[in-house]
């Protein structure tokens, strides 16, 4: 399982929530994680369909989304919807 953020440098809920991402990933250190910036990597992220709010964490399970969450979320949000979607 996999999880992707997208996020930009100019988005300030993704500086405000970068802290809780970075923790959430040492709680849940068996999964693989890529970061993708809003900008800079528009064909890598083209395929997600991203509207225009940002941060938004998306779970992949064999390459297939099985979750996503958009929007300015603090740990305590993130890690009830990791333990929902590591479930599915």
């Avoid at 399982?1 to 970075?22: G, H, L, P, Q």
């Avoid at 989304?65 to 305590?76: P, T």
């Amino acid at each position: 399982m996999e999880f992707i953020r997208i996020s930009a440098v100019w988005c300030s809920s993704c500086i405000i929530t970068y802290k809780d991402w970075n923790t959430l990933k040492e709680n849940y250190s068996d999964y693989e994680y890529i970061e993708y910036d809003y900008d800079m990597d528009t064909d890598m992220i083209e395929k997600y369909n991203i509207g225009s709010t940002i941060p938004v964490i998306i779970a992949l399970r064999d390459g297939k989304e099985v979750g996503r969450i958009i929007g300015e979320k603090r740990y305590k949000e993130l890690d009830a919807w990791m333990k929902e979607v590591i479930q599915v």
